[in-house]
């Protein structure tokens, strides 16, 4: 089956740690995207990427990391200079028309302990 | 004003009834609608999208978009315990780069 697969489905990090979310998908997106959710907060755009080896800054980028080597994997890095990390991290793809909307993938829930 | 106003709720209403979830927008250049459905702890589900003013109908919702009021809205019909979750609605930025939501609606059916 097509689709999106996030791991792991929970994370803890400790001060000062770099840490990474895997973000997979098979379903030929060209977009890529990263979100982050936190409670009464909505979605809020972290980092895109619409090709290849290219990504752009979305609104709240600040201490995060990202790469898109291939087309299938989009990986977050959040470094030590997220102050405050402890949200719901969801990866989306899309079509390059959208016609369909995102594909959200079922999340990564990062603690920091 | 923010680009996006949603009312978090809660909405609480009896199986069966009429739901009216809404969205109000402040960016006239958005052209893509769309309504997603998030259960707990799960990733959002697109349930319906759209890009013109109008009514569009899928089975029991219905999504409303009203441009000239930067007003959309989702009716969902005979509604179910199943309905229970939070519901986002969504635009496409104005550069047609990425999504942007609202902070969602939460919404419990009860039995």
């Known amino acids: 089956d097509g689709g999106i697969t996030q791991s792991p489905k929970y994370l803890f990090r400790k001060e000062g740690q770099n840490v990474t979310l895997s973000c997979e998908q098979n379903?030929?997106?060209?977009?890529m995207y990263w979100y982050r959710q936190d409670p009464g907060q909505g979605l809020r755009l972290i980092y895109y990427?619409?090709?290849?080896?290219?990504?752009q800054k979305g609104d709240i980028a600040e201490g995060y990391s990202v790469s898109r080597e291939k087309k299938e994997s989009f990986p977050l890095t959040v470094t030590s200079a997220q102050k405050n990390p402890t949200a719901f991290y969801l990866c989306?793809?899309?079509?390059?028309?959208?016609?369909?909307?995102?594909?959200f993938g079922s999340g990564t829930r990062l603690t920091v302990v | 004003q923010k680009e996006v106003e949603q009312d978090p709720g809660p909405l609480s209403v009896p199986e069966g009834a009429i739901v009216s979830l809404n969205c109000t927008y402040s960016?006239?250049?958005?052209?893509?609608f769309m309504w997603y459905r998030q259960y707990s702890r799960k990733g959002p589900e697109l349930l319906m999208y759209?890009?013109?003013?109008g009514n569009k109908e899928d089975g029991r919702f219905t999504a409303q978009v009203d441009k000239s009021s930067k007003y959309i809205s989702l009716f969902i019909r005979d509604s179910q315990p199943s309905d229970s979750a939070t519901y986002l609605c969504?635009?496409?930025?104005?550069?047609?780069?990425?999504?942007?939501f609202g902070k969602g609606t939460t919404l419990s059916v009860s039995s």
């Open positions: 759209t890009y013109s003013s």
């Open positions: 989306a793809s899309s079509s390059w028309d959208r016609e369909y909307g995102y594909t």
């Open positions: 379903l030929n997106h060209d977009a």
């Open positions: 960016n006239s250049a958005f052209q893509y």
């Open positions: 990427s619409q090709i290849v080896n290219d990504f």
């Open positions: 969504a635009f496409l930025n104005q550069a047609g780069t990425a999504l942007i």
